[in-house]
């Protein structure tokens, strides 16, 4: 059976490439109003999106603007629950005007990592995804426990891994700033996310082989390689790799 996997984007973030980079990818994470986004950037990207035939999905967050959702915040699980819900629901909203479904939610930065492996804060979003879209499928950290915590509380997961990111030996991503945090476009992104899909494994910055399952992979579409990322990446899984890219869960 050939391999298969989503190319996910976190778009909608005011980079100024998003038209470049939703016809690379299969679903689309779109800021809805935490770290970045409005109701006008929302409704922008979703009708670019739907031209594309991308998936939409909401990409919720601390509510900190400032520091782009990229600091971790102290909040309680009742009212994260409710910033959280509040976000997926104001996409939702554009969604639903645009006669389009909402297809899946993955936390961002700061939020994604903390609920990772902090299950009063995974519990919050668990159930604001429950509230706010109920049938649309959790982006996780691929390997980590809100994996399973999300599957237990019976929403469909998505076990993400990442082509610019740099993993440490516990599977979690190298905190930006340290040593082997990002990896540059090119053909060493693209063997490493092909040794993911064909062996299951991902070479850790300390040297050893850390298992980890690759149902999509994410394109950070902040940074300034996002489109030549997603563009050599993208040729390099179908040929030489010969992976089928397909949005998440598609026949």
């Given amino acids: 059976m050939a391999l298969r996997v989503d190319l996910n984007g976190d778009v909608g973030e005011g980079a100024g490439h998003d038209a470049d980079l939703l016809p ?15 109701e006008a950037s929302m409704r922008a990207t ?3 999106a739907a031209k594309h035939g991308v998936a939409i999905g909401a990409h919720p967050s601390y509510p900190d603007r400032a520091n782009f959702g990229r600091v971790d915040v102290e909040v309680a699980p009742a ?12 996409l939702r909203r554009v969604a639903d005007h645009a006669g389009l479904p909402l297809r899946h939610v993955k936390p961002h930065g700061a939020l994604y990592n903390r609920a990772a492996r902090d299950e009063p804060v ?26 399973e915590w999300a599957r237990s509380a019976g929403l469909a997961v998505a076990e993400e ?4 990111r740099g993993y440490r030996a516990d599977g979690s991503l190298v905190p930006r700033g340290q040593p082997g945090a ?7 992104a693209g063997a490493r996310v092909l040794r993911m899909l064909r ?3 991902v070479a850790s910055v300390e040297g050893k082989a850390v298992p980890i399952r690759a149902d999509t992979i994410c394109i950070h579409g902040d940074g ?25 869960g598609s026949e």
């Fill in 24 to 38: 690379l990818v299969t679903s689309a994470n779109i800021a809805c109003g935490g770290h970045a986004g409005d």
């Fill in 46 to 48: 979703v009708a670019l």
């Fill in 79 to 90: 009212p994260l629950k409710e910033q959280v819900a509040e976000q997926i629901l104001a």
């Fill in 122 to 147: 995974a519990r919050a979003v668990i159930e604001a995804v429950q509230a706010a879209a109920p049938g649309a499928v959790l982006f996780v950290l691929a390997g980590s426990p809100l994996a």
């Fill in 161 to 164: 891994v990442f082509a610019d």
């Fill in 182 to 188: 990002h990896v540059p476009a090119g053909r060493e």
């Fill in 199 to 201: 062996d299951g494994t």
């Fill in 224 to 248: 300034p390689e996002a489109v030549r990322m997603a563009r050599e990446l993208r040729a390099f899984l179908v040929s030489p790799g010969g992976v089928e890219i397909a949005r998440f």
